[in-house]
């Protein structure tokens, strides 16, 4: 099978695609035909080595110390299943399904736990769409809803709004019932179309020095910023981050433990009930995906390039181009 691979940390250049073996599906998994892979920060961190916070450590200790430890990148997926190993329950050969892995979706196949961050595919979504939708939709799941448990009439406020969790997690705020405060620099539009209440441009005004305060604060920006933002909390607001940091760390201890405005991070990690949360928030009409940009396998490195750049959107992979799985879907009907 073909997939695209890098041997070495680095820019888009590293990224190589070629001839593969094809896994097998042991018990308990499912074997995948990859449609479609989408290109996420994450994958560019893992790419490039780029580790930030107290990740920086052990990060090259978990995933590789001088080259990547995995040479096949890519975490999210949309595909159909065309193997099942024993004790198969979940799924058959035939389902469409979306969702997430350690490793491995920039490739034609990916074995995947029947009981791992998978889920069968919205049927509103084509499988580029679908792919889009773990990384940034289950990011902003867990941030706003698990840890900062946001309820109707609670104002929140995304720092970075216009970014891949960004997007989602005006949606899924909005949602959650919040009142909804997106900062960016552009796309105000898109982003008001998504469900923000209020957009503020940064490169043109300082939220902080506005008279408001917010229940809370996501920050999806690089860094942390608790310092400069809690006096735009509430008494009982929440402040959460994308990026893990010794100093956040230690607010978040002292915060948690002094009550207050609080400081929060973490990681957000995919699991079944997240995927069958997000199919039905999709199915719903609560989240949608915007895809900026589709590339097929072959040109891997410029989806990198291009996810680098400032697309109001998604960058998503796809293994088989869109004629090719309608056609497929005519023969099956």
Do not use: C
Not at 228 to 251: A, D, I, K
């Amino acid at each position: 099978m073909r997939a695209a691979t890098n041997t070495e940390y680095g820019t888009p250049d590293v990224l190589r695609v070629t001839e593969t073996d094809r896994p097998q599906p042991g018990p308990g998994e499912v074997l995948v035909e990859v449609h479609a892979a989408a290109v996420t920060q994450g994958d560019r961190r893992l790419r490039a080595a780029d580790f930030p916070g107290v990740s920086a450590v052990f990060g090259r200790l978990l995933f590789g110390l001088f080259r990547p430890r995995h040479s096949v990148g890519g975490t999210m997926f949309s595909g159909r299943v065309v193997a099942v190993g024993s004790d198969v329950t979940r799924f058959s050969v035939g389902d469409e399904v979306f969702g997430g892995v350690d490793r491995g979706a920039y490739a034609e196949y990916v074995v995947v736990s029947e009981d791992g961050a998978i889920a069968d595919k919205p049927e509103v979504l084509d499988h580029a769409e679908a792919a889009a939708i773990p990384y940034g939709a289950g990011t902003a799941l867990t941030f706003l809803r698990d840890m900062a448990k946001v309820q109707p009439g609670e104002r929140v406020l995304v720092v970075g709004a216009t970014g891949g969790v960004g997007r989602m997690a005006v949606q899924i705020a909005r949602h959650l019932g919040a009142h909804v405060t997106a900062v960016g620099s552009r796309d105000a539009e898109l982003v008001r179309a998504l469900g923000a209440d209020d957009f503020i441009d940064y490169t043109a005004e300082d939220f902080t020095a506005r008279d408001e305060r917010w229940d809370v604060i996501f920050d999806t920006t690089e860094g942390d910023h608790f310092r400069s933002f809690r006096g735009s909390l509430t008494e009982t607001g929440r402040y959460l981050s994308l990026y893990m940091t010794p100093r956040l760390l230690v607010q978040m201890a002292f915060t948690a433990l002094r009550g207050g405005r609080r400081a929060m991070t973490g990681v957000a990690m995919g699991s079944t009930e997240g995927m069958e949360d997000l199919r039905e928030l999709v199915e719903i009409g609560a989240v949608r995906p915007v895809v900026a940009e589709r590339f097929p396998l072959d040109r891997i490195a410029d989806a990198h390039r291009a996810l680098e750049g400032r697309l109001p959107g998604d960058v998503v992979i796809e293994m088989r181009p869109r004629s090719e799985e309608r056609s497929a879907i005519r023969a099956v009907a």
